[in-house]
């Protein structure tokens, strides 16, 4: 790892996190100070001295006044004298939008990917959810896009947690890090077919499997509504699995999705801090750090 960067700026949502990534990086860390006005408009301030590189860490979960704070933000660090900026987004938003679905619909993942350009030199990213665009840097095009893996630390969270469990994915593109986790200590895993029938509904088609005792372990790079991971859990509670559980890269939980997910049977939930919340469980400030050349 070449770090010349010489500060982390985080927000307040995330400074846990920040702090942390900004520790194991060897950088000293600072603060973006905001104040949400009555009428909802922003004020961002920054430390008024800056070194020439900075790393910016922010989420992209809910993402749609953060986005102008960060742009705010990285004009600001600009004016200041800041001549290389990085973005470290863990949760990045508006991927799934990549193509215009219906004629007049905006294609959401490229104006993003050209906002950030316009302002940043680098971006770190976990598991971004790429469809139909082959790789980060086609979707964002500033000059280093990284596309980090959860996968190695939520496999060695689980090494730690549960003894030989059984991992499913809930399509085939969770193929990729179900294999991934899987492949470390050599368990058992399979993906699941699924049909999306609305935001919050979709129809599960489990893969053949044995299920019957085992302890299973959902996993899948998002949970937003949890329908995805609840639809699997009801295919699977008439089959008599021992657990049912859920490890998951990027943790949204919209709509009350916790509560609606143990109902359907998961008992435990686990996520990367890649958004603050209560099930945090593996940390992705080394994985990030490790990333960092600014
Ligand atoms: C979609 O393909 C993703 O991998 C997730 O399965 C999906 O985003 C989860 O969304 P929800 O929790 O709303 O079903």
Redesign the pocket.
Known sequence: MTIRSSLVLGFPEGEIQGRAMAGAAGLPYAGVGIHRFPDGESRVRLPPALPERVVLYRGMDRPNEKLFELVLTAATARDLGVRHLTLVAPYLCYM?QDTAFVPGEAVSQRVLGTLLADWFDTLVTVDP?LHRVPSLADAIPVQRAVALSAAGPMAEFLATHLENPLVLG??S??LQWVAAVAAVQGLDYGVAR?ERLG??E?RIALPELDVLGRSVVLL??????????IATAQALKPLDPAAISVLATHG?F?DG?LGRMAEAGITQVWTSDSVPHPTNRVNLAHLLADALDA
């Open positions: 799934r959810h809930p399509d593109e969770s699924k935001d919050r979709v899948d790079d998002v949970v937003s509504t949890g329908g995805t991971l949204l919209c999705a």
